[in-house]
């Protein structure tokens, strides 16, 4: 099974940038969609950013121009650039593929996530 882990995460001034990282195993991701997701406590689980393994990319309008979704098959490794953050831009960061049939639920298995922090 594919399984992520990601890094990256930290405190930062509104403004800044931070680049997150996305390490996968398993033998065949480069056949999957991968996305990156966020998630507040108490809130639930949002799409941030996907990329086909073609690709091909698309963001959630709070995010579009400021933040880079990218992938390497051959590292099996996928970031996410992200600049001129913005306090609401906290929180805790994930990847895992993406399904656009289930555009929230991944491959049901969860890393620990990468917490981003935006604050003056």
């Known amino acids: 099974q594919v399984q992520f882990v990601e890094s990256g995460g930290g405190l930062v001034q509104p403004g800044g940038s931070l680049r997150l990282s996305c390490a996968a195993s398993?033998?065949?991701?480069?056949?999957?969609?991968m996305a990156w997701y966020r998630q507040v406590p108490g809130n639930e689980r949002d799409l941030v950013a996907s990329?086909?393994?073609?690709?091909?990319?698309n963001y959630a309008d709070s995010v579009k121009g400021r933040f880079t979704i990218s992938r390497d098959n051959a590292k099996n490794t996928v970031w996410l650039q992200m600049n001129s953050l913005k306090p609401e831009d906290t929180a805790v960061y994930y990847c895992?593929?993406?399904?656009?049939?289930?555009?929230?639920?991944?491959?049901?298995?969860w890393g620990q996530g990468t917490q981003v922090t935006v604050s003056s």
């Open positions: 895992n593929i993406y399904n656009p049939f289930r555009p929230v639920a991944g491959n049901g298995y």
């Open positions: 990329i086909t393994n073609g690709g091909r990319t």
């Open positions: 398993g033998s065949i991701f480069s056949i999957y969609a």
